[in-house]
């Protein structure tokens, strides 16, 4: 009878141990969705400040050589 006991206890305890490790798990997991979020949302941030600026550069690039032309016109 205390065999089967202490196997009770034994499988208690192990299945203690196997839900506190699955809730370890969870949290991990979650917590690497949520990098993962994060770090997509920085992606996106990122690409729309590239796109703004290789607008502006093309803006630039414009103005610079409407002001060529200008100075070239009056040369």
């Given at each position: ?38 770090e997509r949302r920085l992606a ?32």
């Amino acid at each position: 009878m205390r065999e089967l006991e202490a196997e009770l206890e034994a499988e208690q305890r192990r299945s203690r141990d196997l839900a506190a490790e699955v809730r370890k798990l969870q949290r991990l997991l979650q917590e690497q969705k949520q990098q993962a979020d994060d770090e997509r949302r920085l992606a996106a941030e990122a690409n729309e400040q590239i796109n703004q600026l290789q607008q502006r550069v093309k803006a630039l690039k414009r103005q610079l050589e409407e002001a060529v032309m200008k100075v070239i016109g009056w040369s």
